[in-house]
């Protein structure tokens, strides 16, 4: 398996179009899935590919001076458990720290609400991320938001 960094835009929203697509456990409302597929375009962009074929992708934003967060990871579903999301994360670690960021941040659906999301808070946690903060209604009341943090 491969990380590749992507910088080319209609890559990038190819990618993620058809990562996310493939998940509609975790990226089913079409309005917010696009808007994950738009702002793709102007992150930095990580691709994972198994024998020249994409099997996921993680992108970064900018929301400080010194902070990155993690804005969209997918894998495909037939992919989970493999240490794909890892290897992305790792190199995307990797990345942030030759740019001297000093920490990361990603937010998720809290603990608790969704199989699927209990699944991705306890990958963030075996990452390193800490417990920030409870967001009850950022993003609507049946999904409070989770808020991880991580110093690099």
Known sequence: M??????????KEEIA???????????????SRET??????????FAAMDQNEIVGFLCLKETGKATLEISVMGVFKEYHR?????????RAQTFAKEKEY???QVK???MGR????????????????????????LWDEWNPCQVYVMAL
């Open 17 to 31: 179009r058809r990562v996310l697509e493939a998940l509609p456990d975790w990226f089913g409302l079409k309005e």
């Open 114 to 137: 969704y199989r699927e999301y209990d699944a991705t808070n306890r990958f963030y946690l075996s990452l390193g991320f800490q417990e920030f903060e409870i967001f009850p209604t």
């Open 2 to 11: 491969v990380i590749e960094q992507i910088d080319n835009c209609g890559r």
């Open 102 to 104: 000093r920490f990361f």
């Open 82 to 90: 493999r240490g794909i999301g890892t290897a992305l994360f790792m």
């Open 36 to 45: 994950y597929i738009q702002e793709s375009k102007t992150q930095y962009f």
């Open 108 to 110: 998720t659906v809290q």
